[in-house]
């Protein structure tokens, strides 16, 4: 029998999600606010719904994957939102929304009678079209269970982190600190070489043969910074949106991120000088302009 599954936020990360399932034989219904996004959907087997809540009116199970926590809020619990649907059974959120956002979402939905999981994801959009993202669900034990084989359609490392909502949330901000603070540091480093007369492909070998490397120096500079391309598609406003969330996190525990701190004060700085939508590898550009430096030509 097939079975039937929500979901919103069908973007960089969402839409192939949406395949995969589709492709496991999964019935999906989107609803996104873009049409583009939904237009997509549909061309690849999806239906689609008009708003949350008539999504939550149609299945039991319902995935977002969307930007922000203020977003997921409004999804989860504005007024036209999943909380106030009929049919709804599970919540779970794909989305990086941080721990303190995940706890009250939770409880609201547990009044209405709807259990929640926080399954925040990592590795990038070709782990998404790959199907081999890491998830990092938090929440009733067998809950986590009953959804694990559709989410091993979306990753193939399910990691169940805990049973207390928020857990899976706070694992996803601290692999995304040590993810941007790789990208950060790499590009001060590689800015610092290049003003010495150090080529960025000699660089970027020698690291990756060495105890400097790390995601940034393995993926993120040879697919979108040596090339220029800066495409490796997640976005400057969601890194800061990240960090930020984490080193928040450390503050309400009373842990101190001394490197962190700074490594918050990096993406401000690239977000200040950018776009939010600009792709995260594009902070190198911001260290080249702050080193005084020309890329070099090959
Ligand atoms: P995205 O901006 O590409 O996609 C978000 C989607 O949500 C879009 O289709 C957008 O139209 C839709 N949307 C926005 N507001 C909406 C609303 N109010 N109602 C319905 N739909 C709405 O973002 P993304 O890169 O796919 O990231 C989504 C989440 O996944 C974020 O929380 C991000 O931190 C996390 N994430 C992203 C990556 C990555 O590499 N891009 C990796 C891991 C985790």
């Not at 603070?181 to 970027?204: C, F, H, Y």
Request: aromatic share 6%; glycine share 12%; proline share 4%.
């Amino acid at each position: 029998m097939t079975t039937e599954i929500g979901f919103i936020g069908a973007g960089n990360m969402g839409g192939p999600m949406v395949k995969n399932l589709l492709a496991a034989d999964y019935s999906v219904v989107v609803y996104d606010n873009s049409q583009t996004a939904i237009d997509a959907c549909v061309a690849a087997g999806a239906t689609a719904v008009g708003s949350p809540k008539e999504l939550a009116d149609t299945v039991e199970t319902v995935l977002v994957c969307l930007p922000t926590p203020d977003i997921v809020r409004a999804v989860a619990l504005g007024e036209d939102g999943l909380v106030h649907g009929g049919k709804i059974k599970t919540y779970i959120d794909l989305s990086t929304t941080g721990p303190r956002m995940a706890m009250p979402i939770a409880e609201a939905m547990e009044e209405a009678g709807i259990i929640a999981l926080d399954a925040p994801v990592s590795g990038g959009v070709a782990g998404a079209i790959a199907g081999s993202l890491a998830v990092m669900v938090s929440g009733p034990h067998n809950a986590h269970g009953h959804h694990r084989p559709m989410l091993e359609k979306i990753g193939k490392n399910v990691f169940y982190v805990g049973d207390k909502i928020g857990m899976g949330q706070l694992m996803k901000l601290l692999n995304n600190m040590l993810s941007g603070t790789a990208l950060a540091v790499t590009s001060e480093a590689v800015a610092l070489g290049i003003k010495a007369g150090i080529a960025p492909q000699m660089m970027i070998d020698v690291f990756n043969a060495s105890s400097g490397r790390n995601t940034a120096t393995e993926a993120k500079f040879p697919n979108a910074v040596l090339t220029r391309s800066f495409d490796i598609g997640f976005n400057t406003g969601l890194m800061f949106k990240d960090v930020r969330l984490c080193i928040e996190e450390a503050e309400a525990l009373g842990v101190t991120m001394f490197v962190g701190s700074g490594t918050r004060q990096a993406w401000a700085h690239a977000l200040g000088k950018g776009e939010p939508s600009d792709d995260s590898t594009v902070i190198m550009q911001h260290y080249e302009k702050l080193a005084a430096i020309e890329w070099p030509e090959d």
